[in-house]
């Protein structure tokens, strides 16, 4: 099965630039789409980003758009957030999930990676 993991979140200033990957193993990504998402305290989750694995077509949010990018390397099976001019609503936990082109909801979560954006 499919398994996920994040790492590069961290404490950063408003401003700043922080990219979040995602690691994934176990099955082949070719029928899926593998997302970022945050849940930030007392919100719900939100989509941020979006990537289909085989032909690399995006969607990111409109409130993050422009300030953030997703991209992936096929080669590393390695999905990217690239997140530029953090700002404090945007501290959340950041969670990459995969789910197979179609499905409405994501199967296959990391375990998340907390980034946290002080002003």
């Known amino acids: 099965q499919v398994q996920l993991a994040e790492s590069g979140g961290g404490l950063v200033r408003a401003g700043d630039s922080l990219r979040l990957s995602c690691a994934v193993s176990g099955g082949s990504l070719s029928m899926y789409v593998i997302g970022w998402l945050r849940q930030a305290p007392g919100k719900d989750r939100e989509t941020v980003a979006a990537i289909t694995w085989s032909e690399g077509r995006t969607y990111v949010t409109d409130s993050v758009k422009g300030r953030f990018t997703v991209s992936r390397d096929a080669a590393k099976n390695t999905a990217y957030l690239q997140m530029y001019t953090l700002r404090p609503e945007d501290t959340a936990v950041y969670y990459c999930?995969?789910?197979?082109?179609?499905?409405?909801?994501?199967?296959?979560w990391g375990q998340g990676t907390l980034v946290t954006v002080s002003s």
């Open positions: 999930a995969a789910k197979p082109r179609g499905n409405s909801a994501y199967t296959r």
